[in-house]
Nanobody
């Protein structure tokens, strides 16, 4: 089992940037594909980005492509989400998730472990 703790959320103006971190503990971090998801009030959880175990492959939702970058540091057991050019519609609780296996996938049901989430609020 792996435990995940997100940090880095906050309030930012439209056009600004934030960097989210997700620290993992427990099992070997490099054994997991990692993903970021978000959920706005009254909406379903939405895929944001994912990265494979070696950090050689990434996958993004169309809504964030070109603005967000997912990365990981296996030596630090941490996955990051750099968010630039933020928009009010990016406002949500952002959660990281981990899955065993090798494929990068977007479905939240494919991920076995979840963090508690961190709030990101983008003001207009």
């Amino acid at each position: 089992q792996v435990q995940l703790v997100e940090s880095g959320g906050g309030l930012v103006q439209a056009g600004g940037s934030l960097r989210l971190s997700c620290a993992a503990s427990g099992r070997t971090f490099s054994n997991y594909v990692m993903g970021w998801f978000r959920q706005a009030p009254g909406k379903e959880r939405e895929f944001v980005a994912a990265i494979n175990k070696s950090a050689g492959l990434t996958y993004y939702a169309d809504s964030v492509k070109g603005r967000f970058t997912i990365s990981r540091d296996n030596a630090k057991n941490t996955v990051y989400l750099q968010m630039n050019s933020l928009k009010p519609e990016d406002t949500a609780v952002y959660s990281c998730a981990a899955r065993t296996g090798y494929r990068i996938v977007a479905g939240p049901n494919e991920y076995e472990y979840w963090g508690q989430g961190t709030q990101v609020t983008v003001s207009s």
